[in-house]
């Protein structure tokens, strides 16, 4: 165990998290708006995907490294992606509100992106990137979309556990809140969930193996690359969802075909919080649990080919 | 006792504690009394630096947040009347098949329409044609 523990020490000092490089399978951007990116993976395929990232995250925690990429197996696939990354949100943002990026950035990008392949698209979401997904389809209408998924989506915020006692209306105070809300404090409020999961994380590092803290270094990359979560959107975002749940109410009115991918261990979105997609979206809806954690399911092979069986 | 079973006993001990602080409201109404004070402070610090560029005549955060906003705004305008262009650009496309298949549809009407009058031609032929006298050969 000392030997382990001074190796993977002498390991870390070489830094490997900053040599860390995800995102490396090859695209091009094919639309910009502010910040925001339309990124194409082709695969010269008949199907395609959108994927709507989160927006307080990188998009690279879909592209981590080669071999553990959720883009990279969907290509080898032969499916087109088209991913959304809202790209790092500065100051001129705080004032921008939720139908900005629901209504105006999302929408945009899924036009763009079904005109760039030329034909009806289906639809994914990862995260929050989900929540805004569901949003924008409740609000705007599918048209030229075939069917959407829901990859770790909160839509039931009051199962979210944890996160959704300390986001309560009588503690958390929304609106003396400035600017915008930092990256900092929500992985701050993340780690928090569980804090024993920082203990956890090394001990995996000195037991893993050397494939292990490649991932390992890379994850830790991504997760320090957090964006801010542009101030008015956020306080209109925690009204909405955390105080008042107010997205699964608007979930009726969407009748295209909708996939709910949850993970089994998932302290962030567990899969009550997820899966409640089943009793309020208005079309047929199936589910799956994956084994792993909120992240975990991003490098794993289980998400692509979840997602590879489901669009047609 | 194994080293593991007892990192197991103390990683569950610390997880229970854990639960029992985090779980508690006196928790969450720290952390947010702490958020709402950051952002107070906050706040505050960037007020007070906006306040000593401006007296040292220099563009001041909101200054050139002012501008970031104007750019957005322009850049919204343009995206939208990028849109319009490509609806149109789609609508003209529209059309364009629209007619071409108005003139294939055209031209195999007008090509039905002759071998129609082919068709009649011959008919017409065939039943002309015995009724004509035959040529006799001139005796020289």
Same mark, same amino acid.
């Given at each position: 165990m000392?030997?382990?523990?001074?190796d993977t020490?002498? /390991?870390?000092?070489? $830094?490997?998290?900053?040599?860390?490089?995800?995102?490396?399978?090859p695209h091009?951007?094919?639309h910009?708006?502010?910040s925001?990116?339309?990124?194409w993976?082709?695969?010269e395929g008949k199907?395609a995907?959108f994927?709507?990232?989160?927006?307080?995250?990188t998009?690279?925690?879909w592209?981590?490294?080669?071999?553990r990429?959720?883009v990279e197996?969907?290509?080898?696939?032969? =499916? $087109?992606?088209y991913l959304l990354d809202?790209?790092?949100?500065?100051?001129?943002?705080? $004032?921008r509100?939720?139908a900005h990026?629901v209504d105006?950035?999302?929408?945009r990008a899924?036009?763009?992106?079904?005109?760039?392949?030329?034909?009806d698209l289906?639809?994914?979401g990862y995260?929050?990137?989900g929540t805004f997904?569901?949003?924008?389809?409740?609000?705007?209408?599918?048209?030229g979309?075939?069917g959407a998924a829901?990859?770790?989506?909160?839509?039931d915020?009051?199962?979210?556990? *944890?996160?959704?006692?300390?986001?309560?209306p009588e503690h958390f105070?929304? $609106?003396?809140?400035h &600017?915008n809300f930092?990256?900092?404090?929500?992985?701050?409020?993340?780690?928090?969930? *569980?804090?024993m999961?920082?203990?956890k994380?090394?001990k995996?590092?000195?037991?893993g193996?050397a494939?292990?803290?490649?991932l390992?270094a890379?994850?830790e990359? /991504?997760?320090?690359?957090g964006?801010?979560?542009?101030?008015?959107c956020?306080?209109?975002?925690? *009204?909405?969802?955390?105080?008042?749940?107010?997205?699964?109410d608007?979930l &009726?009115a969407? &009748?295209?075909?909708?996939?709910? =991918?949850?993970?089994?261990?998932d302290?962030?979105?567990p899969?009550?919080?997820a899966?409640?997609?089943?009793q309020v979206w208005g079309?047929?809806t199936?589910?799956?649990?994956?084994r792993?954690?909120?992240?975990g399911?991003?490098?794993?092979s289980g998400?692509?080919?979840?997602?590879?069986?489901w669009?047609p | 006792m194994q080293?593991?079973?007892m990192?197991k006993?103390?990683?569950?001990?610390?997880s229970?504690?854990?639960d029992?602080?985090?779980?508690s409201?006196a928790?969450?109404?720290?952390?947010?009394?702490g958020?709402?004070?950051?952002?107070?402070?906050?706040?505050a610090?960037?007020?007070q630096?906006d306040?000593?560029?401006?007296?040292?005549h220099?563009?001041?955060?909101?200054?050139?947040?002012?501008?970031a906003?104007i750019c957005?705004l322009?850049?919204?305008?343009?995206?939208?009347?990028?849109d319009?262009?490509?609806?149109?650009e789609?609508?003209r496309?529209a059309?364009?098949k629209?007619?071409?298949q108005?003139r294939?549809e055209?031209a195999?009407a007008?090509?039905?329409l002759?071998?129609q009058?082919?068709?009649?031609?011959?008919?017409?032929d065939?039943?002309l044609?015995p009724?004509?006298?035959?040529?006799?050969?001139?005796?020289?």
């Amino acid at each position: 165990m000392l030997h382990r523990t001074i190796d993977t020490l002498g /390991w870390l000092v070489t $830094d490997p998290i900053g040599k860390a490089r995800p995102g490396r399978s090859p695209h091009r951007v094919i639309h910009r708006q502010g910040s925001a990116q339309v990124r194409w993976f082709p695969a010269e395929g008949k199907r395609a995907l959108f994927v709507s990232m989160p927006l307080i995250n990188t998009w690279t925690i879909w592209d981590l490294l080669p071999g553990r990429s959720v883009v990279e197996a969907l290509v080898q696939a032969g =499916i $087109d992606v088209y991913l959304l990354d809202w790209g790092p949100q500065h100051a001129d943002a705080e $004032d921008r509100p939720l139908a900005h990026f629901v209504d105006e950035v999302l929408g945009r990008a899924i036009a763009r992106s079904r005109r760039h392949f030329g034909g009806d698209l289906n639809v994914a979401g990862y995260c929050v990137g989900g929540t805004f997904l569901a949003w924008h389809l409740a609000r705007n209408g599918t048209e030229g979309v075939s069917g959407a998924a829901f990859v770790a989506t909160p839509i039931d915020f009051h199962a979210s556990g *944890r996160l959704a006692r300390w986001a309560d209306p009588e503690h958390f105070p929304v $609106d003396t809140l400035h &600017g915008n809300f930092p990256a900092e404090r929500m992985r701050a409020s993340f780690a928090w969930l *569980r804090p024993m999961g920082q203990v956890k994380k090394y001990k995996a590092l000195v037991d893993g193996d050397a494939d292990f803290r490649e991932l390992w270094a890379h994850l830790e990359a /991504w997760s320090a690359t957090g964006v801010d979560f542009p101030g008015a959107c956020y306080r209109e975002y925690v *009204r909405a969802c955390y105080f008042d749940n107010r997205v699964r109410d608007e979930l &009726g009115a969407v &009748g295209i075909p909708a996939l709910s =991918i949850a993970a089994d261990r998932d302290h962030i979105v567990p899969p009550a919080a997820a899966h409640d997609l089943v009793q309020v979206w208005g079309g047929p809806t199936a589910t799956t649990t994956l084994r792993g954690g909120h992240v975990g399911i991003c490098v794993g092979s289980g998400l692509p080919t979840a997602l590879a069986a489901w669009v047609p | 006792m194994q080293n593991a079973d007892m990192y197991k006993a103390w990683e569950k001990a610390m997880s229970q504690w854990w639960d029992t602080v985090l779980d508690s409201p006196a928790f969450a109404q720290s952390v947010s009394q702490g958020l709402g004070n950051h952002a107070k402070a906050r706040k505050a610090y960037e007020d007070q630096v906006d306040k000593n560029l401006e007296s040292m005549h220099l563009p001041t955060r909101a200054d050139l947040v002012r501008v970031a906003k104007i750019c957005g705004l322009l850049e919204d305008r343009l995206l939208a009347l990028e849109d319009r262009l490509l609806e149109m650009e789609d609508e003209r496309a529209a059309s364009e098949k629209a007619q071409l298949q108005a003139r294939i549809e055209a031209a195999e009407a007008q090509l039905e329409l002759r071998e129609q009058l082919a068709s009649i031609e011959a008919k017409l032929d065939a039943a002309l044609a015995p009724k004509r006298p035959k040529k006799r050969g001139s005796k020289g």
